[in-house]
């Protein structure tokens, strides 16, 4: 069965700190997406990136940066001069076609980590 | 923009009361999901609807069924409510054929007593 795990339960930086949050993921399909959402304390997912399963070339955007390695099964998410609107809940999550399935076709079910709660400090 | 929204942000029940919990979402999405979230557990599914009066079981159905009576509205129901069920509640959609990348409303924060 998919699984996917943030080891990480909370990080704490200061402002203009680089910090990486990790994410160890377990599937048996070749085809999946992998995503990052950010969950700031209003409440709602925020859907930060998602990359498929056949493209491991690393992404950066603004500050943030993914780093996909399907040898280790991993897809780190880096946070460059972290700001404190960074501080928030960060889920990384698996979609394969083990998931939400019926009557042959998958729906793309969403398999979360636990979390990792970021605190930047002033 | 798409929008998922949630009819109530915080709600507070009595053991055994019967709870409506709302999402709609204005962008013709064919597959709705509901979810709920604990600290340490992330998020988990509950149900999902690909299709107007389609729902099929997630990872922790029990205690909860669901009604998609239209394309845009997807409604969580708690038969019983029990303490255990005390958790945030988040709803997302996405369009079929799309890349899987899901839409969530603000969530609702339902505290049984």
């Known amino acids: 069965a998919q699984k996917v795990t943030q080891a990480q339960t909370e990080i704490s930086v200061v402002e203009k700190e680089d910090v990486t949050l990790d994410c160890v993921y377990e599937t048996r399909d070749t085809t999946y997406y992998l995503f990052w959402y950010k969950q700031p304390p209003s409440g709602e997912l925020v859907f930060l990136i998602r990359?498929?399963?056949?493209?491991?070339q690393n992404e950066i955007s603004g500050r943030y940066s993914w780093n996909f390695q399907k040898s280790t099964s991993s897809f780190n998410f880096t946070i460059t001069a972290s700001q404190v609107v960074d501080s928030a809940v960060y889920f990384c999550?698996?979609?394969?076609?083990?998931?939400?399935?019926?009557?042959?076709?998958?729906?793309?079910?969403?398999?979360f980590g636990q979390g990792t709660i970021l605190t930047v400090h002033p | 923009d798409v929008k998922v929204t949630q009819s109530s942000r915080y709600l507070v029940k009595r053991t055994g009361e019967k709870v409506f919990l709302e999402c709609v979402q204005d962008m013709d999405h064919e597959n709705m999901f509901w979810y709920r979230q604990d600290p340490g557990l992330g998020l988990r599914l509950i149900y999902f609807s690909y299709d107007v009066k389609m729902k099929e079981k997630g990872d922790i159905p029990e205690g909860y069924s669901v009604s998609r009576e239209k394309k845009e509205r997807f409604s969580l129901i708690l038969e019983s409510a029990s303490t255990n069920q005390t958790s945030m509640y988040l709803c997302a959609s996405f369009p079929a054929g799309g890349s899987y990348e899901q839409y969530f409303g603000p969530g609702t924060r339902l505290t049984v007593t």
């Open positions: 990359r498929n399963s056949f493209d491991e």
């Open positions: 999550a698996l979609s394969d076609n083990e998931g939400a399935y019926a009557g042959g076709t998958s729906y793309g079910k969403l398999t």
